[in-house]
């Protein structure tokens, strides 16, 4: 903890300024030489990428996986979750157990989706059995709600491709995007929708080494949910991601519409709730086996997006990664994976904001240093219990596996039983 | 305080608890109950009398009016006094207390008065027809009411009323002669001190299974059961039974988050039938007849308190829904039978005033003040069902929150508990009471503020539900005191550093990271008299 480490960052964030002020690390450019480095996304992807010619040493530790968009791209999320279920399938696993509609019963966590221009023809498919779904369609690489609309209508996605006919032609198209099934029957409180975000922490890929972050929030809309669906072009209410609902004002046509935002965004709270109070409410509300089911299935979830990446993912040892998972749960409790970032927010909206994200960055720093506190490669990577933090370990499958010689993927998991529960995951709660 | 009181009359008290119960809406319903099971046993027409009487014992009919008569008494404590005393002398026995209540009263309806001629807005007036239609259509997202209040200012904040009580003085008190107080409240008030205290919440001060520290140990009885695992098998037990005095008990050490609403439900006699769905749409309707002026006081409130809170934002459309309901609701007049305040009158325009045509206004006697909000927003948390939620705010508020900003002699007042927290910190941080008093540093201006919204706002919300837990359990609002002096001793060592009052505010600006039960019980720690030497 005592090592003044030469460190680099490509952002001027105070959380992150702040946090390495603290342990008296100093600051240094990239071309000089650092050991940690919290890089955007685009500057790892480049340090990593061939042309570069970098080769980092044993001492030096960044914050990005070189190919995290197997995870946080949505087109390549999906088909890597799908692979996963095949492969799941084909090993006769019970986690691929179905139930009598054909749904996956463990691993139906991520809506339908599907690839656009690729999977056209089967969306159509789709689209013609079930007529009367809501359809969301986002550009595969981008995020904080660029480029999002929601379609109900055969012909809005036929018009739409038809006005991007030129990137349409598969060889052109420079924008992948996905369309997913809408969640129509979110869960509200208050009579407002919000999708959860979660922070999870990977220090390694294989073996698999993750934490979930104890203070997750609640993201609000600051309009009120219309459950009949006619106001589909109203996007505040649909998205409940912070970078859309800070610019609701300014985008939002001045009509009188009904639905039209009319508050500002509050800059005490941002439309943030805390996950603590989630908790509460839903165990007052909906009573305490319900919520226990609720967020162990979340558990769950991230589990199983990670293991499926995990064997494609370039787990190289100086890496670490923060992601942001965002989550929707819909009126069954039941939550859904919506997208999942690499570069979760560092800007800080409000007061509380800010030391939350003060208080992670402080967290995974503690959890990714060896203990002499200098990045070392050759280091196990197993940090004792007491640097954690709010931090919780998800999953190490290295101490796991030392500790538990009858090792099995397959034991289900849900509903499977207390002996498998503690097969599958001794480590967990 | 019900024992004490019960007066030599016994025959006379029970005869008005008789009549008093036959008043109450559960009567109806219990009588016809009664008479469909008598006629289905056979009992024999001599003894017709005793043998429904044995046959009764411990069914749930006796249960039931077990209950009834239990809240009955609680409700309505006055119904156990002396039935020679006079009404005002039940209300308030001291007539300095009373006078300075009416002079405050007055005040709040000049304040309120000159409101609505400085607006050139009636204190109430019949919606039009189309306001109607906007309103009703509108009712599930009041929060986006585009009314303009930024002219609407809040009568008054517990700031104010604290320079109300700190000026009072009992003019029968000689300070030459008797020993003098020397904190901001000048009153000679009796209130329990640490030792009072501690035998009061002795059950707290010694448990160390409670729910509060650490839900994750070993149960009490099962070890092979987490603590809030076998609470919450116990609770479902509990809850079955339906007994209101055996839910306060369980709560005592503890309360299952899950079944918290039930269980406040049963502590408080409540229990929800379609009788208050109907009652609360009526009140809807109130709302939606007529327009108040304190709905503009309520709804600025809002915006100022839950709005702006990062816990309870979210439920601010419930929260425009239940307090516009609760300010024209006739049935919370009841609680001035026993309280020291009287509700506001008014006459309706047009009319002349006589002692007839004057109405409480607004409807429910209570002028709301800045923070007023906080006393209902938690509940947001617990109940999802609006009614569920506007009762239990409506009993609470009945019971327990009135005494906050009334002035009254009552131990429980906001006097008496201002007191309590002087007395404390004198007694058990005299060294930081010495410091505050050199460096002319005030904490009552910052702790009175957390006591009159019961620390609503000020804790997270699971923590404040364990603080209310311990107001249902014991009955008593003086637990408030002993956690605003438990804040102020854990931060003790910040505060001793300080010397000014700017620099003592800032230390105790933010008391969400307070864990409630393992501070009041270090405040009531029998043997802290060492800890405050060393």
Known sequence: MTARIAYCTDMEKSVLANNFEKRGWFQVSPDDEWYFYWAGAQTCRSLFSVDSGYRMNDNQMINHFPTHYELTRKDLLVKNIKRYRRELEREGSTLAARDATGRYIHLDFLPTTFMLPADYNLFVEEFRRNPNTTWILKPAGRSQGVGIFLVNKLAQIKKWSRDTKSSFNPTLVKDTYVISRYIENPLLIGGKKFDLRMYVLVTSYRPLKAYMYKQGFCRFCTVRYDTSGQELDNMFVHLTNVSIQKHGASISHPSPHPYSPQEEYNSVHGGKWPVRTLRLYLEGTRGKSRTDRLFSDITWLVVHSLRAVAPIMASDRHCFECYGYDIIIDDQLKPWMIEVNASPSMTSTTANDRILKYKLVDDIISIVLPPDGVPNVHWNKIPSPDKFGDFELLLDEEVYQNSDHHHQHTSGHRGGGKTSDRHSAPRWK | ?534
């Open chain 2, 1 to 534: 305080m019900l024992r004490q009181e019960l007066g030599t009359n016994i025959t006379a008290i029970v005869n008005r608890l008789a009549s008093e119960l036959q008043n109450t809406p559960f009567y109806p319903d219990f009588l016809a109950d009664v008479q469909t099971t008598m006629a289905t046993q056979n009992f024999s027409k001599e003894r017709f009398g005793t043998e429904c009487y044995e046959w009764a014992q411990g069914t749930s009919l006796d249960t039931k009016l077990r209950n009834a008569l239990y809240h009955l008494m609680h409700v309505q404590p006055t119904l156990l006094a002396n039935p020679d005393t006079p009404r005002q002398v039940l209300k308030e026995p001291l007539t300095y207390i009373r006078k300075a209540q009416s002079s405050w009263e007055r005040r709040l309806v000049k304040c309120v008065n000159s409101m609505a001629s400085e607006l050139a807005m009636p204190l109430a007036r019949r919606r039009t027809k189309q306001e109607r239609e906007e309103l009703a259509e509108r009712w599930a997202d009041l929060s986006t009411d585009e009314t303009d209040l930024t002219m609407i200012r809040p009568v008054y904040a517990p700031k104010d009323f604290l320079e109300v009580l700190a000026s009072l003085r009992n003019p029968n008190y000689d300070e030459s002669v008797e020993e003098n107080l020397w904190g901001s409240i000048q009153l000679p008030l009796k209130v329990n001190d640490i030792k009072g205290l501690v035998e009061l919440y002795g059950e707290l001060a010694c448990c160390c299974k409670h729910t509060g520290l650490d839900e994750s140990v070993v149960g009490e009885y099962k070890v092979n059961l987490t603590l809030a695992d076998e609470r919450l098998l116990l609770g479902q037990k509990v809850v079955e039974r339906n007994h209101g005095p055996l839910s306060r008990e369980l709560i005592k050490s503890g309360c299952p988050t899950s079944l918290r609403g039930v269980l406040w439900h049963q502590v408080l006699g409540l229990e929800i039938t379609d009788k208050h769905c109907k009652y609360f749409e009526e009140l809807v309707k109130a709302v939606n007849q007529h327009e108040l002026l304190v709905d503009k006081l309520i709804m600025k409130d809002i915006q100022l308190t839950a709005s702006n809170d990062d816990q309870y934002f979210v439920f601010e459309d419930i929260l425009f829904q239940v307090l516009l309901c609760f300010f024209r609701d006739t049935e919370v007049l009841s609680h001035f039978e026993h309280s020291s305040a009287s509700p506001p009158l008014a006459v309706a325009r047009g009319n002349t005033p006589t002692p007839d045509n004057l109405v409480a206004y607004p409807p429910c006697g209570v002028i709301p003040f800045h923070g007023f909000t906080m006393y209902a927003a938690p509940l947001s948390c617990l109940y999802e069902d609006p009614v569920h939620f506007y009762f239990t705010f409506r009993e609470m508020y009945c019971r327990y929150w009135y005494r906050l900003h009334i002035v009254t002699s009552h131990t429980q007042g906001a006097v008496g508990l201002a007191l309590q927290f002087e007395l404390l910190l004198q007694s058990c941080e005299t060294r930081l009471w010495q410091h505050c008093t050199t460096m002319n540093i005030q904490l009552l201006p910052i702790v009175f503020k957390w006591i009159v919204r019961g620390f609503s706002g000020y804790l997270v919300p699971d923590q404040l539900f364990h603080l209310w837990d311990v107001i249902l359990a014991w009955e008593s609002l003086e637990v408030l005191p002993v956690l605003a002096l438990a804040v102020v001793s854990f931060r003790r060592e910040n505060l001793m550093d300080v010397t000014s009052q700017t620099a003592a505010e800032a230390v105790l600006a933010d008391i969400t990271a307070m864990r409630v039960i393992p501070l009041l019980k270090l405040a009531l720690a029998t043997d802290r008299t060492r800890d405050r030497e060393g």
